[in-house]
């Protein structure tokens, strides 16, 4: 096999750089789309969610916990409705972190966290599902 020249070990090495800053910068930008989807859909569903159940937690200003035909109405609105079926999990906690309303009913307090301490600001976070084979 012929040695390459000079000029081909240049190209094939630039060639290799070029693959690599073409990956690495392609993931780079995949994984700012994907932070942005996600991000832009936790507001969106946070924006949808609170037009369609804050209502039935008002109650939760001046009061402790939620009244029970509240908690079927929120059930229902969650559970039942086309609307509410691809939310996978909604948890109304207090500053203290006991939840007073999740579809999840054997929570009872929820961790104190980034989440919990975000919360009273009105942000919102997600994460995306992992995925099992």
């Known amino acids: 096999m012929p040695r390459l020249t000079l000029v081909h070990q240049l190209m094939l ?8 800053g073409m990956l690495g910068v392609g993931w780079w930008i995949g994984q700012q789309i994907q932070r942005g989807v996600m991000k832009q859909t936790a507001a969106t569903t946070a924006f949808y969610v609170d037009s369609f159940v804050a209502s039935h937690l008002q109650s939760l200003a001046y009061r402790t916990d939620l009244l029970p035909e509240q908690v079927a109405h929120l059930h229902h609105l969650l559970r039942e409705t086309p609307l509410g079926r691809p939310i996978v999990t909604f948890k109304v906690w207090d500053a203290q972190g006991v939840i007073r309303y999740s579809t999840d009913p054997t929570l009872s307090t929820w ?3 980034v989440a919990t301490k975000r919360s009273p600001s009105g942000s919102t976070s997600a994460r995306q599902p992992s995925s099992t084979i």
């Open 111 to 113: 961790p104190p966290g």
């Open 13 to 20: 090495a630039s060639l290799v750089v070029l693959a690599a």
